[in-house]
Nanobody, 127 residues
Framework: QVQLVESGGGLVQPGGSLRLSCAAS????????MGWYRQNAGAQRELVAT?????????RYADSVKGRFTISRDNAKNTVYLQMNSLKPEDTAVYYC???????????????????WGQGTQVTVSA
């Protein structure tokens, strides 16, 4: 069974830093792109940052986090990271890992491409 497992969330003071990790495991053929989204209660899930699997990785960031957050990945470990610096109270949210992956279908035994989500990790920025 393919899954994404996140870690690294917690409580931090404004101006502080946190590093989120997300590891993919299971019958993975390839990972095309990975990313982080966040969501607050009653609000839509919004993109934070994404990175492709190409050499060097093409990154994209939400305007609200540019210059403060850095996304990176370790292809050998099927893991994506989100380094969050200069955190603000408005960064408080549940952060979700996302991956576009090619896996082996247990039903057909053939490759298929799907989007997978992690279970989410809470990040709270508060004094």
């Amino acid at each position: 069974q393919v899954q994404l497992v996140e870690s690294g969330g917690g409580l931090v003071q404004p101006g502080g830093s946190l590093r989120l990790s997300c590891a993919a495991s299971g019958s993975i053929v390839s990972i095309n792109a990975m990313g982080w989204y966040r969501q607050n209660a009653g609000a839509q899930r919004e993109l934070v940052a994404t990175i492709t699997s190409t050499s060097g990785g093409t990154t994209r960031y939400a305007d609200s986090v540019k210059g403060r957050f850095t996304i990176s990945r370790d292809n050998a470990k099927n893991t994506v990271y989100l380094q969050m610096n200069s955190l603000k109270p408005e960064d408080t949210a549940v952060y979700y890992c996302n991956a576009l992956m090619t896996t082996i279908s247990r039903l057909t035994g053939r490759p298929r491409q799907d989007v997978f989500w992690g279970q989410g990790t809470q990040v709270t920025v508060s004094a």
